[in-house]
């Protein structure tokens, strides 16, 4: 489904990000984890055409994204609040996001109803805008809309992070569950090592924008992340 | 510990990512300022001698008395726009073990060395210093001066007492009109009698001491309230405003961009500075009227055609200029989400040619001063939407400093860098040109029919042009999006 090629990508002389090959096939949950500055958005970034590769290409689903928009329809993600548009209310963002993919007001209520319980009474019907929601429910709105419109590919970065333990439960079974249905492909980044072993059937490791560890999750897999990233610390200390 | 505070603000000014970044705008800013200022202190200087020469007869002082009243309203009523009390910048300061009493301190003196209370210190110290020069006793001059400068601080300190209340700018509003209507029906002097009561203060220097206690007495209200509001959920929290919501299913009819022209419209009515931008627009309709109402320019002055290119294509330049940077803060989104750049693009010229449409209808009364007028505003407007519309998209190609919607309206530079000042010269400057050229060597109807029709053949090729500036567009994203991302530029 996604494919990675010689990507590298720098900033004047710092390498940040350098990927020789990197396959993900289609309906994997795939998790990315690394400490601060590993290159974990630097990637979703380039995956969605944010910002330029400095060598090499991703291609997705047959699209290189780099130099076509034909990955669009079936590509969504949820980075960070700045993809919420703060003057509006989470209802409006919901129509707006599903006008774009295609869906009606009626198709995106009938997407919403299910998500009833992860909201948790604090999205739909607050009349207050985005930009007046706390960070939890701005993160909430804005995982819930990268869900509309049947998308093949859902990109979440730190989707965790600032939710509170009964949203983070909620969402670990929602991600399960699409990632059970084979079909959609999860990409998830995570600080949390806990949460990307529980959710992703693979887990990849970026240490200073190169891949050093690709595990396909096992009951061993968080002792072993836990290890490395013990070991890491210690070498950075070092240093 | 206000050594610190001091420290901090200087730092707060001198390192903010904004300064030295665009040298040629503070520059600008900085020559506009200094104009401004050389301005009122000739002012200052002159007016003793200007309003001698005018009234001989009566006594300076008392002329300039007679008008202070208006001067303390109107200066209330436009600190209400422009100066708020710089709460949030004091948030981390609560952490620190720092008396609050301190901290509200440090805000209100702060602000009482804003640059809005010195602007009529301007006027008001050369104009003393002239006074003593001619002869005027030197203790009631300086008192009088003094007088004065209490009198600014109180309009500082009052104006954030009143800062939370939209009645009372209206009553300001009426008052101030009031006021200046029965002045002149005759019904009451108010110059006369606030006249006397002003001219009291430069003849019994003790008086003074009123002003003074007003000060005082302001300070210390404004202390108190926020000596106890010093917590995030009260003075210092941002207020939430209360959804509008309506409903925009008419905007259906137009098709594919419907959900574009519903955000945009969204984006206009719920954010302050864009709100703003309507209205300046709506009030720039009477920039003609100082031309017209004049004599001087005859009827076919090309300054006339300017007039109209700026009316009827107020918003155009207003709102267009920061095309695409009003919807920067999210402008990643609209980049990796499934939408077609140029539907987005025509949305917004969508908009703009219907703001210039509104325009010409507001402005067809000026066919009171002659045909040519209307001829003038119609042709203008023809120019606008042909012409001007896809000029100011394709520069906005070139925008890529962010916008942050919730900041204030006034005085707001922010998104403004050297492209907003090139702009104005294809958008304004070339249909004068050439509107002065044809006119001067063949004649006023070759002129108006030529920039009719550029207007329509730009209006014909709408899509060609279009599709250009959706390339600029796309071109120029990445560095849109690293530009966008930087806050505070």
Redesign the interface.
Known sequence: MITTQHLTKKYGSQMVLNIEHLEIPKGQSFGLVGNNGAGKTTYFSLL?????PTTGHIVNNEVQVNTSEDW??F???F?DE????????PE?YFY??G???GRNKADVDALLANFEDFFHGEILGQ???L??LSKGNQKKAGIVASFI?NPQVIILDEPFANLDPTTQIRLKAIIKDLAAKKEITVLVSSHDLMHVTEVCERIVVLNKGEVVRDIQTSAETLRELESFFAGTQVSNEEE | MFKHFVSLQWKSFFRSSNFGKSLALKLLMGFLAVYLMLSFASLGIGLYFILKKAFPDSEPMLIVSGYLLYWVLIELFFRYFMQKLPVMDIKPLLLYPIKKSKIAHYILIKSGLSGYNFLSLFIAVPFSIVLMVQGYPVINVLSWLFAIVCIILTINYTNFIINKSDKVLLFLGALILALYGLEYFNIFSVKEYAGQLFYSLYQNPILVLIPLLLVIGTYYVNFNFLRKKLYLDASLKKKAVKVETSDLTWTKRFGDIAPFLQLDLKLIWRNKRTKMQVFISLAMILYGLFFYSMDTYGDTSTIYLFVGIFMTGIFLSNFGQFIPAWDSEYYGMMMSQNIPLRKYLESKAGLISVSIVVMFLLSIPYVYFGWKALAINFACALYNLGVNVPVILFFGSFNKKRIDLTKSAIGNMQGTSATQFLVLLPLMVVPSVLYFVLKTFVSFEVAIVTLSVMGIIGFAFRNTLLNKVTEAYRKRKYTMLAGFKEQNS
């Open positions: 969605l055409d944010l910002i330029q669009k329809p590509t969504s993600s980075i700045s993809f919420l548009i703060g003057y509006l209310t409006e707006f996001i006008e774009l993919r009349r207050k805008y930009r007046d419109g």
